[in-house]
């Protein structure tokens, strides 16, 4: 009996201990992930769905949890789970950045850049708000939950609990995210920064013609007004698109990773 209450006393502390190791990594990512990161949503409601996301995603990876005598020690594998957690996090919510930068560009392009900008912990444009909120209204009702919980268990099979990354797959894998995303935002902005062109470059031409006239006076409020009609026409395949490579990601999230 006192050899079996020992063995119970192992497997408990084991149990906690890869709870706590799951958790460690789940609420980093918490921490960072898009959606769940958001400035507007209160760090109690982030506690609450990293405890869920970790309960749901135990049972999944619990027999990829090293034994305690098969991982490094103590504080160092709490660091590298938490390094792990926020280097998924920061990965996904470049594509939410991408929406951001391309509503900067967007906006930059119609002179909106610094008119109704947000006043919160995340400053900018109205159009970089708009484009983000309905991404992540979008991403929300096309199961972003069950993605995300995908992906978290997907890194451990990437990424080994009780194990260092390599630095510099890790370092290419980053940076493939940076490029996908400015790339991202850049084919999301487009339309509307060729048209912008395309009309100042009219706009020239006729303040060369006519010089007497004030044409930045008559010309500014027609573009701003013409590319915000586009936003509104361009919005739902403008959010598809971003959507489907926000999806590719998710289903792949390792594709450059270790």
């Known amino acids: 009996m006192i050899i079996a209450a020992q063995e ?34 209160p760090v109690r409601v982030r506690l609450a769905v990293a405890f869920a996301f970790s309960g749901a995603i135990f049972p999944a990876v619990a027999d990829k949890l090293p034994a305690p005598e098969d991982a490094l020690d103590g504080a160092a594998m709490f660091a590298v789970e938490l390094l792990c957690g926020s280097a998924l996090g920061m990965f996904l919510r470049l594509m939410m950045l ?22 919160d912990s995340e400053p900018m444009p109205a159009v970089s708000h708009f484009l983000l909120m309905a991404g992540l209204a979008f991403a929300a009702m096309l199961g972003l939950h069950l993605r995300v919980a995908e992906a978290l268990v997907l890194s451990y099979d990437a990424w080994p609990a009780g194990g260092v990354p390599d630095a510099a797959a890790l370092e290419a894998w980053g940076l493939n ?42 010309g500014a409020p027609a573009v701003t007004g013409a ?3 586009l936003l509104g026409l361009l919005a739902p395949g403008l959010l598809s698109v971003w959507h489907g490579s926000f999806a590719a990601v998710l289903a792949d999230p390792f594709l450059a990773a270790p």
Request: net charge positive.
């Open 177 to 218: 995210g940076v490029v996908v995303a400015f790339s991202l935002a850049f084919s999301l902005a487009a339309p509307f920064l060729v048209l912008a062109t395309l009309y100042n470059f009219a706009l020239g031409a006729i303040n060369r013609a006519m010089p007497q006239l004030m044409v930045m006076m008559v």
């Open 227 to 229: 590319l915000l009609l």
């Open 8 to 41: 119970f006393q192992r497997l408990a502390g084991f149990g906690i201990v890869s709870g706590l190791l799951v958790f460690a990594r789940v609420g980093a990512a918490m921490v960072t992930m898009p959606g769940y990161a958001q400035g507007f949503v």
């Open 98 to 119: 991408a929406l951001e930068i391309a509503g900067m560009m967007i906006a930059q392009s119609v002179s909106l850049a610094q008119m109704f900008g947000g006043a």
